[in-house]
């Protein structure tokens, strides 16, 4: 109910919630403030390329080392793999940015000249998007009424709600995206290595430094995990299990192909 306050007018947005235990353990947990994923403007080329180098680069490990290829072999393959995919990851990621940002510009530039030139068929075609959304007719065409007198916000209002398509913020530098990912699947991509580099002094064993490589994959593939739920606001047992086991077959599966192909297919040094 609204209250008057010397004349200035209160109405509560929200209605309190009276009643027993039931209501109040409800309330409870309806009120329970769910996790807030981790935002940044990089996390998301870090963690894909992150995963992908970690990944790619223990999945060649493992090949190499059932083919029973020496540590040397697999250093030298290793990081030439790890520059060359890093490569192809950054620009890749450079130029789908700047694709997505082009895409974005071209299409509010049509949805802008359509909302100048077809004004009422474009409001209606809002009206009918926010009706398929559950908001009756009238307040619809209040909504949209309200944004008639802003065109910038109609615009972007409507290539949200009709195209999926964001305002698109132009402090953002594609070509920064393409260094981050480049940057990070060295630097996740080199932890396989590691265990190959790390046990070079100690053992000649090349079966110990596959087994090293297999424990710093898995430790940096668990810190993605943390760092991947973190982002989504996931749980982190369930985010680090499904990484390590996304290592473990891609792993197993380059290992058994390489096994296959030496002592099966015959193909010797």
């Known amino acids: 109910m609204a209250e008057n306050n010397g004349g200035a007018t209160t109405v509560p947005l929200l209605r309190s919630v009276d009643g027993g235990e039931t209501e109040k353990g409800s309330r409870s947990r309806n009120n329970e403030r769910p996790r807030e994923p981790w935002k940044g403007e990089f996390v ?15 999945s060649l490990i493992s090949s190499i080392s059932a083919g029973h290829l020496s540590s040397g072999d697999v250093l030298v393959l290793g990081f030439a793999n790890l520059v060359a995919d890093g490569i192809s990851m950054g620009f890749g990621d450079f130029v789908s940015s700047s694709t997505e940002r082009d895409v974005a510009a071209k299409e509010r530039l049509v949805t802008e ?5 077809h004004r009422r068929p474009q409001q209606q075609e809002l009206i009918h998007r926010y009706q398929a959304l559950g908001m009756n007719v009238e307040d619809a065409t209040m909504v949209v009424s309200i944004f008639e007198k802003y065109k910038d916000i109609l615009v972007d209002e409507k290539m949200a709600i009709e195209k999926g398509l964001q305002p698109q913020d132009q402090t953002e530098k594609p070509w920064k995206n393409g260094l981050v990912t480049f940057s990070a699947f060295l630097v996740f991509g ?19 430094k596959f087994v090293g490589a297999c424990v710093l994959s898995a430790l940096a593939l668990a810190f993605l995990g943390i760092v991947k739920a973190k982002i989504a606001g996931q749980k982190y047992e369930l985010s680090v299990a499904i990484t390590l086991f996304n290592g473990a077959i891609a792993g197993a599966a380059a290992y058994a192909i390489g096994w296959t192909l030496r002592n099966v297919a015959g193909l010797e040094d």
């Not at 998301?44 to 223990?58: E, M, Q, R, W």
């Not at 000249?113 to 030139?117: D, K, L, M, P």
């Not at 080199?190 to 110990?208: K, V």
């Open 44 to 58: 998301k080329s870090i963690v894909y390329a992150g995963l992908d180098a970690i990944v790619t680069s223990f």
């Open 113 to 117: 000249w359509e909302v100048i030139n």
């Open 190 to 208: 080199s932890a396989p290595l590691l265990g190959f580099i790390i046990l070079i002094p100690f053992t000649d064993n090349d079966t110990h």
